[in-house]
Nanobody, 118 residues
Framework: QVQLVESGGGLVQPGGSLRLSCAASGIIVSINAMGWYRQAPGKQRELVASIRSGGFTNYADSLKGRFTISRDGAKNTVYLQMNSLKPEDTAVYYC????????????WGRGIQVTVSS
């Protein structure tokens, strides 16, 4: 059974930092990409960042320079370092894992709350 366990969210003041982690287990095929999405109240889920197995990264344009995605392939864990956080970064952050055993499959974590507020 595939499980994605997210951690590291919480409440932080504007300008602060948080580091999210997502550990994937139960995946028996090679992982194509891992990433983070977020969904703010009343808005659609949007891509934050992703990282492919070869290390290629992709970021939402508005987040470049503040957020950094990284991955530990041996642990099937993806990280999101978030710096200079703003109130508009408040959202539920979801971990995503994509595998491709001949067709694309996406797995999702349950989501973790990040609140940026003074």
């Amino acid at each position: 059974q595939v499980q994605l366990v997210e951690s590291g969210g919480g409440l932080v003041q504007p300008g602060g930092s948080l580091r999210l982690s997502c550990a994937a287990s139960g995946i028996i095929v090679s992982i194509n990409a891992m990433g983070w999405y977020r969904q703010a109240p009343g808005k659609q889920r949007e891509l934050v960042a992703s990282i492919r197995s070869g290390g290629f990264t992709n970021y939402a344009d508005s987040l470049k320079g503040r957020f950094t995605i990284s991955r530990d392939g041996a642990k099937n864990t993806v990280y999101l370092q978030m710096n200079s956080l703003k109130p508009e970064d408040t959202a539920v952050y979801y971990c995503n894992v994509n595998v491709y055993p001949g067709y694309s499959i996406d797995y999702w974590g349950r989501g973790i709350q990040v609140t940026v507020s003074s």
